[in-house]
Each structure stands twice: as C-alpha cells, then as structure tokens.
C-alpha cells in the first residue's frame, strides 16, 4: 500500500494510490444543506465508497427534480469533495456549491433526507509533498472562491500526516468567501479583492512574496481555484522552480473516461482528459491552465 | 434474454454505443468491477483512424434539454498503437469485441479493415460512416453509391461481419439498401444528429469544433422511427440506438425490429446503465436475466 503517514489504508486503489470508485450510480442520503456566504454546503451519506483521497470528486444529480422543466440538468455534475468522514462502514461527504446554473441551483436546493445520484470517488488525488518531489517536505495551499473545497479536506489529510501545511486563501468579496468556513485551521492568509479581510488584492500576491522566503525550498504547492489564479500559479511555481499541483475543472460529461469531452491541453502536445489524468495535474505537464470552458 | 448478432452469442440484447464507454479508462476508475459486472453484452470500441488523432479543441460539450451535444474529434491512438497497446487489453473482456474503423479513403478503410480483421480478439468490425464530427465521415454515408462502394471495397477483406453504422443527417433508408447489398451483416444507427451551440457570453459558436453532434434522450423519438424504416427495408440485423435510458426504450427499438440495442449518452449519467437496462428489458418480457 502507499503507507501515506495518516491516511487510513482502504479498498482496492490504483498503483497511483487513488481510490477506486464502486462501479455504478448509487444512492446517497442528504443529512444537510446549510448556507455559507453565498455558497452552500450540503452532506450526503455514502453507504457503499471508499473514503476518498483529497482531490478525488464525485458526479452528482439529484434522485428528483432533475430534468424537470425544460429538460435539463441532464447530466450529472461534477465536485471534489471538500471533506469526508468515515462513519462506521458508511462515508460522509461534504460538498460546496454556488449555484450558478439548472445543475448547481437543484443541487443548492437540497433538502435533508432527499436522495441523491452518486458516483465516484474518481480521479487522481493530490499527491504527499515527498511523492511529488523527493525530499520535499513541506506544503503550500493556494485557494480562490469555490475553488478551495478540496484544499479543506487535504489540509485536513496533511495534518494529520505531520506535513507542515501553510495555507493561501482568495476570495473576491464577502458573499463569495463562504467555503472559509470549511477551515478551522490557525495557520490561514487570507487575500480579498475588495479588501473586506486579509491582504487587499490577489491571493497569488501572496504566493510570490512567499515563494520569494527560503522556506519555499522543499515545499509543494497544491492549487485550485479560478482558471486564471491556477495559471498565475503554475507560472509564479515554474519561474521559482518549485512543483505545483493544480486540481482543475473542465465540462465532462461522465467522469470515468467514457465522453472525452475534458481535454486539457499538455505541455507535450496533444490532450490528457481530466476525469482520468486529472483533476489533479502537476504543472508541469500542462501547456496552459487557462482552459477553454473551464469554470463554465 | 441471450440473442445473437450475426452468428455471434450475446448474454442479452443490450451493447455500447461507440465512442461512449471507454473500457481500458473504466477499469482505472472502477478496477475489477468492471468486468466482475460488465454493463454490455458485447464491447464495442471508440472509431480507430489509420493514423493518430488528439481531438478537437475544447470546448467539447455543451448539454442541451435532455441531451448533450458534443465535437470530439475521434481521438484516438492511430491503427498502430490501436493494435500493440488497446486490443491486447480489451481482448480480456468478458464479451465479444467490436471495433470501429473510419478512414477517409478506400485505402484507408481496406488498411483498417485488413489489419483489425486479422486480430483473434475481434468479432466483428463496425465501419463508422456517419461521424458527423469530422468532415470526411460525413461523406459515404450520406450516399447509397458511396456506400456500396465502399462495402465493395472492403468485403472482400474479411468472412467476420461488417456493421454499417448509418447517419441520420440523411435519409437512412437508401443507404441501409446499398450496405445490404455491398455485403454487410448488420445496421447500425442512429450516430448524432448535427447541431450547434453559442457561447453564453455572446462570443460565437461555443464548442471548439464549431459544430457537434447531439444525443441523448433528445434524439429518442427520431432513432426510432429511423430504426423502424430501416428494419423493414433490410433483412439484416438492425443495432438501434439514440436516447436509450431505460428498458422501456430498449423494449421499443426491439418491437421496431432491432435485434440489438445500444446505450449511449445514458452510460454518461450511471456507468452501469447497460447492465440496469438489460435487466429492466429482462424484467419486461418476463424472462430471467442471463447478463
């Protein structure tokens, strides 16, 4: 097994350590739906996954009132799961949503003992600091907006593991900084573009001046958010040389390497799919993060 | 519910569509699930092209009222690497293979269909002349004489059977007619229907291929009638497919005299889908499953 120092051993994975996901659709209860900000988040309980690894997502649709009205949402949507919680041989996840469409609306609408359409855990997972680079031993966390739900549950796993984990959040204004909730960690900077808590500005502002520290040496950037932060990371990392993980977003259909419809470009030429590559990337491999319909 | 496709046995009536379950990246998201309770009863492969292709640019999807229009651009690792890397691995499924081929010319077709035909571990092949994605596929299967030209071409190549998978985005019946009478063993249909989406943002056409092709249950209710006309035209088996989501669809391609039934779009939303429609399809006609 990967022995990863904290992380319970599980099912059956893939020899890049990820969960594997059981095979088909199921249901999951809803136990919770509360607001943050302008963002919700809701819990559904998993009777049948493995606990996931932090980066992993999950497709999701609720069991009614999808492909309602003017047929859509159709397909399943796609979320990393921001935390997770073994309860017996059952799972709780956590998800965090913004509804900004028929998809995410139904989902923020949730109500608590509702079904929901599962599957999953997929992908491939952020990796340990020491897998990414050896001898690396420390960790940065990059969030922006909506986008730091997964960094919530690999703070989480870091910890646990004894890596020490500093942790970069941005958020545009008050309403869109809701996931903060999903951190009860001390070792926070935070950045707002409006200037309502932390550091005015960027979150990648703080990056620079942090990779700029010797303490950068040795340390992983792990990265997700909005497509323009990810690409102003996987610069600022490569100028800086240090090794970055981005969890991306693309429009996928399926999530398990059926629809091709995720491709991301690579540095190499040509395209990976995200659902099976992906979402976790290293920056290294990309051609760009600035994918097209990413963040759609 | 076994049934037989041109002399080849199947578990039950229900296969995949191509291009919409890709078996080798299933197993890296599922493991040995996958095979343990395989979704179809014969596996048929995303389209294989005689050299390389990386696909479109994204965007590649945009999903519309009850469907999903997508412009893929039939990515794929080329006949070579087809052959050495893919086959060996889809060979280990537990159900017969079937791959799909396209080319752009009759050069490329008898290359394809000589070097996939030859391979122990293929059943049958499909030749994809309707992909409506990339402008050459469009081409043969919009005409009859291109059609039976192209069987002409091909037949003599191989005793395995030759599926002819039909366009919608022309009159399936003439072309059904010229297949039948080049040679093939069975129909398939119906490939996407072309169509289009614009960028919310007021920015053009969205997807990065301009145009793409829809499916899903969107498409139902014309794959059936085309399904229908096809099955009383020809005398050799028909596959019908567009929109399938449940047993109920299943069983209405069947009553419009399709042998076999595809799932596609549906697999996107539950991967196990194929293996809840065969036995939904099972529980219909009241007979036990052997899937």
């Given amino acids: 097994m990967s022995g990863k120092p904290g992380i319970a051993e599980q099912g059956p994975t893939l020899d890049d350590g990820r969960p594997l ?83 995410t609306g139904r989902l923020c609408s949730l109500q608590e003992g509702e079904r929901l359409w599962v599957h999953g855990p997929l992908g491939r997972p952020f990796g340990v600091p020491r897998e990414a680079v050896p001898g690396a031993h420390g960790a940065i966390l990059v969030g922006g907006g909506i986008g730091i739900a997964p960094l919530a549950l690999w703070r989480r796993r870091l910890a646990a593991a004894g890596v020490p984990t500093r942790v970069l959040l941005g958020f545009r204004d008050r309403e869109r900084s809701g996931g903060l909730d999903l951190f009860r960690c001390s070792e926070l900077k935070v950045a707002s573009e409006d200037g309502h808590q932390g550091h005015r500005g960027y979150v990648t502002e703080l990056l620079e001046v942090m990779l700029r520290g010797d303490d950068a040496d040795g340390a992983v950037v792990y990265a997700c958010g909005p497509p323009a932060m990810l690409e102003a990371v996987r610069l600022l990392c490569a100028e800086r040389g240090v090794a970055c993980e981005l969890a991306m977003e693309a429009p996928m259909a399926c999530g398990f390497g059926a629809c091709f419809g995720c491709a991301v470009p690579l540095a190499e030429g040509g395209y990976m799919r995200l659902c099976v590559d992906g979402p976790v990337v290293r920056g290294a491999d990309l051609a760009t993060a600035l994918v097209p319909g990413g963040g759609h | ?133 990339v402008e050459s596929g469009t081409i043969v299967g919009e005409s009859p004489d291109e059609t039976r030209s192209l069987l002409d071409a091909v037949r003599p190549l191989t005793d395995k059977p030759l599926i002819v998978k039909l366009t919608p985005n022309a009159p399936p019946v003439p072309v059904a007619i010229a297949a039948e009478s080049g040679g093939a063993d069975a129909i398939s249909l119906i490939n996407t229907l072309r169509a289009t989406a614009m960028d919310p943002g007021g920015a053009g056409p969205w997807l990065g291929g301009g145009s793409g092709g829809l499916s899903g249950p969107a498409v139902r209710a014309i794959a059936l009638l085309q ?65």
């Fill in chain 1, 21 to 103: 996901a059981p095979f088909g659709r199921r249901a999951c209860r809803v136990t919770r739906n509360i607001a943050s900000g302008g963002y919700r988040i809701f819990s559904a309980v998993d009777p049948e996954g493995p606990d996931p690894a932090a980066g992993q997502f999950y497709m999701l649709a609720a069991e009614s009132g999808w492909a309602a009205e003017d047929g859509r949402p159709y397909l399943a949507r796609a979320f990393s799961v921001a935390d997770s919680d073994p309860e017996g041989d059952r799972v709780r996840l956590d998800f965090l949503v913004q509804g900004v469409g028929p998809g």
């Fill in chain 2, 1 to 133: 519910m076994a049934t037989d496709l041109c002399g080849i046995e199947l578990a039950h009536p229900v296969v995949n569509g191509s291009g919409t379950f890709d078996a080798i990246a299933a197993q890296r998201a599922f493991g040995d699930a996958l095979l343990e309770r395989f979704p179809f009863s014969a596996f048929v492969s995303k389209t294989i092209t005689p050299e390389p292709r990386s696909g479109n640019p994204p965007p590649r999807l945009w999903e519309t009222p009850s469907g999903l229009i997508n412009s893929i651009g039939l990515p794929n690792k080329g006949l070579d690497g087809f052959l050495a890397e893919d086959l060996p691995r889809l060979g280990e499924l537990p159900v017969p293979l079937v791959v799909s081929v396209m080319g752009t010319s009759h050069d490329q077709f008898r290359r394809l269909v000589s070097g996939v035909a030859e391979r122990e571990e293929v059943a049958a092949l499909e030749l994809n002349v309707s992909c409506p994605n």
């Fill in chain 2, 227 to 291: 399904v229908s006309e096809v099955a009383a035209a020809v005398s050799i088996a028909v596959v019908g497919m567009g929109g399938v989501a449940s047993g109920g669809d299943a069983a209405d391609l069947l009553e419009a005299g399709a042998a076999v039934v595809a799932v596609g779009t549906e697999s996107f939303r539950d991967p196990a889908a194929g293996r809840r429609i065969a036995s939904e399809l099972s529980a219909r006609f009241g007979l036990s499953s052997s899937g």
